[in-house]
């Protein structure tokens, strides 16, 4: 089915957007201090020590309090509050553990993009110089372990044109993501990691959430080795079901996507922050279940103002459902363009009440055309479930499979039909797949050796020849994010003497994948230091 929508609205993407510049990160403003200062935090003292039970502790406090001070009486009301934050607590203890952090990165070594212009100054090129220096693109997001061996939900813009996929769990483990299938046209993706035993969150019920119900948004924004950011858990209210955004249909037409006009796009809005880089986290029920995917805000200024928007669980669920049986995403179709009603249209068409989606035109052999349905029917129910808007009639209709048959009651000018409409499926396109490119280096680290000769050992200020010199690093490696230098001399590998170039290439082959290789290296002063970096 296509779709036609009018309103034009600021919307953002929650992920961190690719940033240009060899190990840059975005920051999110942490505060008004100066710089270099520190904000000052203020824990509360300690409860005396009792028998150890929350109730003794208030009783404690109360019966002893400091000279002036003054302690509230806890009544059942602050008692409730206090099972409340309780539940929060648990609640995010629970699930956090199930949430992982994501890294991208693109390559440009096969685009010549021009760079801005203030890099293109900072190196002194002209424009179109062929020596141009080529940056890696980074970028990331959040996601959310669907199950025990791996299987991890996100948005499908958190991983968009990736090269290269990294997922850090809970424990600080990193690992190189694969990706099982995307679906743009619900902003969904699934990515694995290769690993057992993992924490899973449980999938809840989005169609029975209800506005106003409390909920988490959890995510894990923090980059590499910034830690400050790990783990976010804010709180608000479920604020609204069914948010036709037009945010995923505009992007997918910008890029002349043909799939544009199968954007499923009926969000849940929630006041809980979310920012970027919680992008494709979970947004969780006080059942500790995921009710949706994090994605999007509406902003000013890209960063949280009270609207934030996430992918009903429902759809997710059956996007991966359909990527891990099929290999791809099996959209049903009606073959027919539709709209939402109007006042006016409900006074034209009879409808008892401003509800339903009216049929405007037909695809070229339309399933609905064939089953008996005409331009100005205006359908109100599929299935028995009311149809109330566009984007909740697209979900309705996602629910089925391709070959399914549904009853589909209109309204033709007053009149109630009821047609029988054996579904299609609609060509979305081929799943976009991200390539994992060759990495360069002995064991895939990212480094390249070479002997130190003496002439080498001269210009670098090393007091003797002979060794291994690493003459490169490459951007965004397994060496590079583990603060590898170049131009550093390798003296042992996994505690092993290095002799030569040759000597350390071998020793490196020899190394495990997944296992930690053990670097001491030398610098020009003669100082050492170690650098532990893990084979991909």
Not at 162 to 179: G, H, N, P, Q, S
Not at 368 to 394: K, M, Y
Not at 417 to 428: H, I, K, M, T, Y
Not at 519 to 535: H, S
Request: hydrophobic share 45%; glycine share 10%.
């Amino acid at each position: 089915m296509t779709t036609r929508h009018t309103t034009g609205k600021l919307l953002t993407l929650a992920g961190v957007a690719f940033l240009c510049g060899i190990g840059s990160v975005g920051r999110l403003p942490l505060g008004a201090t100066a710089p270099g200062a520190r904000a000052a935090v203020h824990f509360p003292a300690a409860a005396d020590e009792s028998d150890g039970s929350a109730d003794s502790a208030v009783q404690s406090v109360s019966a002893r309090p400091a000279a002036g001070q003054v302690v509230p009486r806890q009544t059942g009301a602050a008692l409730r509050a206090q099972e409340f934050s309780e539940a929060f607590a648990e609640i995010a203890a629970a699930v956090t553990p199930a949430v992982v952090r994501i890294q991208t990165e693109r390559s440009l070594a096969d685009a010549q993009r021009a760079l801005p212009d203030r890099l293109r100054d900072m190196f002194n090129l002209p424009e179109g110089h062929p020596e141009a220096p080529i940056f890696p693109e980074l970028a990331g997001g959040s996601g959310v372990l669907v199950t025990g061996d791996g299987l991890i939900l996100t948005n499908n813009h958190v991983i968009a044109g990736a090269d290269r996929i990294l997922v850090t769990l809970w424990d600080k483990r990193v690992f190189e993501a694969t990706v099982v299938g995307t679906d743009p046209t619900t902003d969904i993706a699934l990515i694995l990691v290769d690993q057992g035993g993992l924490p899973a969150a449980r999938l809840g019920d989005s169609d029975r959430a209800r506005v106003g119900e409390w909920v988490l948004a959890i995510g894990n924004p923090g980059f590499y080795d910034a830690n400050t950011l790990d783990f976010t858990v804010t709180s608000g209210i479920l604020s609204a079901k069914g948010r036709p955004l037009d945010i995923i249909r505009q992007e997918l037409a910008s890029q002349d996507d043909p799939s544009a006009a199968y954007a499923i796009e009926d969000f849940l809005q929630t006041d809980a922050a979310i920012n970027p880089g919680n992008s494709g986290g979970p947004l969780v029920d006080l059942r500790g279940e995921v009710i949706g995917i994090n994605t999007a805000i509406a902003s000013g200024n890209g960063f949280n103002q009270g609207y934030g928007f996430a992918v009903p669980i429902n759809v997710a669920r059956r996007v991966m459902e359909d990527l891990l049986e099929h290999g791809r995403v099996r959209r049903p179709l009606l073959g027919i363009s539709i709209q939402n009603i109007s006042p006016e249209d409900a006074d034209v068409y009879g409808l008892p009440r401003i509800a339903g989606v009216l049929v405007e035109d037909f695809q070229v052999g339309s399933p609905a055309e064939r089953a008996g349905l005409r331009r100005h029917d205006v359908i109100i129910a599929v299935n028995g479930d009311p149809v109330e808007r566009l984007g909740q009639f697209q979900r309705l209709v996602a629910r089925y499979a391709p070959g399914d048959d549904v009853a589909v009651e209109v309204v033709r000018f007053g009149e109630r039909r009821q047609f029988q409409v054996r579904l299609s499926e609609a060509d979305l396109g081929t799943a976009r797949v991200v390539r994992t490119p060759e990495r360069r280096g002995a064991a895939g680290l990212g480094i390249e050796v070479v002997d130190l000769t003496p002439t080498l050992a001269r210009e670098r200020s090393f007091s003797r020849p002979g060794g291994a010199l690493i003459a490169s690093v490459e951007p965004m490696s397994p060496a590079q994010r583990r603060d590898v230098p170049a131009f550093a001399l390798i003296r042992t590998i996994n505690q092993a003497p290095v002799a030569s170039a040759d000597e350390a290439r071998r020793l490196l082959r020899a190394a495990r994948p997944g296992s930690v290789v053990s670097l001491l290296l030398e610098g020009a002063r003669g100082e050492t230091f170690i650098r532990n970096v893990r084979v991909p």
